[in-house]
């Protein structure tokens, strides 16, 4: 009987949102009126809407009766004529809840820091910032978002180089890119997007904030993009790129300019409709249907390791002295030497050095001292010389029956060999 029970409320929870039907005409009907009014290109506008009606009343979308496979095809439908069109489906009683009362811009949890996945400082001193979105914040009121981006701003401060990750970034708020990019351009820079919208005045995505801390007017900036990569991480992208001041790293971006909002049209149903487009200042033009396009294409999942080794190519070549121009050199090497080929001789290295042993296992070095986690070793160029894998300040030359422990400043600590190689297969 509890089990009879319990599937008979399932049901009444279950049915109504999966049986709930719709009529197609008149839904295309309202997400055409809501295009033709809000859309930013009101040429563009009338005529989407248009071929919306006529496509309807012949009948195109009269066996899309379920909402979800409506707002299906009806994206696909839209998405080509902007980046940004889209038609959801909600229940009709939460969606009522959710949007009762909401402001226009509805606040965004803190629960994933604001959008700040990770910030790091890499080997050869390079800041990464991994940004998976741009969250907002208004110049009075709640400056959490503003406060965790001067946090990472801060533990990235006295890098010589800076890395952001935006491969899985799907937009934000302009006050956010604004503000980022406002830490590499000098103050009062002619450089930001301005949006035109229709019938309200230009918006620019200019910093609304003082910037605080120092401005790196002469850092290396990296920017890391991919197909995900859409909407206000392309306008950061676009921004620094335009203006000289980062090189992208990785594959074109989703090529989604133009912002707008979310439209209620009944049933549950609505529609993203872009109600302003950006121009930039030096291009004229923005990303839409394009992307960013990155000045060194390369898959998005190695885009990390190529900027780390373009950035690093650029600071070996400056006059940073003793020992961060050998920590500089000795890292991209350590880059350099990743994915390739062991030498086939790796087995004669083998044995036991003082308190230190080396076993060949799987084809590779992994070096092992009493409870200490094992270190694996990456050959390098030079016949002997190693690095350790995930600490490329630390190499290992083998030489004259020795092993001899390398860092940077000179130093340098020799463990005589004292047993039998024993290998492992």
Not at 99 to 123: H, I, K, M, S, W
Not at 125 to 134: A, P, Q, T
Not at 166 to 188: I, K
Request: net charge neutral.
């Amino acid at each position: 009987m509890k089990t009879a029970l319990a599937c008979v409320l399932a049901l009444c929870i279950v049915l109504p949102a999966h049986a709930q039907t719709i009529a197609p005409r008149e839904s295309v009907g309202r997400i055409a009126d809501v295009i033709q009014q809000q859309y930013f290109d009101e040429a563009k506008a009338a005529k989407i809407a248009a071929d919306l009606r006529a496509e309807a009343g012949r009948g195109t979308y009269d066996k899309l009766t379920d909402p979800r496979d409506f707002a299906s095809v009806m994206t696909d439908r839209l998405r080509p004529l902007d980046g940004h069109f889209a038609v959801s489906w909600t229940p009709p009683a939460a969606a009522a809840a959710r949007t009762a009362g909401a402001p226009r811009r509805a606040p965004q949890p803190a629960r994933d820091n604001y959008g700040f996945r990770a910030v790091e400082v890499l080997p050869g001193n390079i800041g990464y910032v991994d940004l998976r979105r741009f969250a907002h914040f208004e110049p009075e009121g709640d400056q959490s978002a503003r406060e965790a981006a001067d946090a990472a701003m801060a533990l990235v401060a006295r890098t010589d180089a800076v890395v952001f990750d935006l491969r899985d970034n799907g937009g934000g708020s302009p006050a956010m890119v604004g503000y980022l990019v406002g830490h590499f351009v000098p103050e009062g820079a002619d450089i930001y997007n301005t949006f035109k919208s229709r019938g309200a005045p230009d918006a620019s995505e200019r910093p609304t904030v003082p910037i605080r801390g120092k401005r790196r007017l002469d850092t290396p900036v990296y920017v890391l993009t991919s197909g995900r990569s859409a909407s206000a991480a392309e306008a950061f992208a676009y921004t620094l790129q335009a203006a000289g001041r980062a090189t992208i790293v990785g594959e074109a971006s989703a090529g989604g300019a133009n912002p707008g909002d979310s439209n209620p049209v009944g049933d549950g149903l609505a529609v993203f409709v872009s109600n302003g487009a950006p121009i930039n200042p030096i291009t004229r033009k923005n990303w839409e249907g394009t992307g960013v396009i990155p000045e060194v294409k390369v898959p998005a999942s190695q885009a990390l390791e190529r900027a780390q080794q373009l950035a690093l190519t650029q600071l070996v070549a400056r006059p940073l002295g003793e020992p961060a121009a050998t920590e500089n050199r000795w890292a991209l090497e350590a880059l350099t030497a990743r994915g390739k080929a062991p030498p086939a001789d790796l087995a004669r290295y083998a044995g036991a050095y003082g308190a230190y042993q080396v076993a060949y296992e799987g084809e590779r070095l992994v070096l092992r001292r009493d409870r200490r986690p094992p270190n694996v070793l990456l050959p390098l160029a030079e016949p002997g010389l190693f690095t350790v894998e995930g600490a490329p300040f630390r190499r290992i030359k083998f030489e004259d029956g020795a092993m001899v422990m390398l860092s940077p400043d000179g130093g340098a600590a020799r463990q005589a060999r004292n047993s039998v190689a024993a290998t492992v297969n």
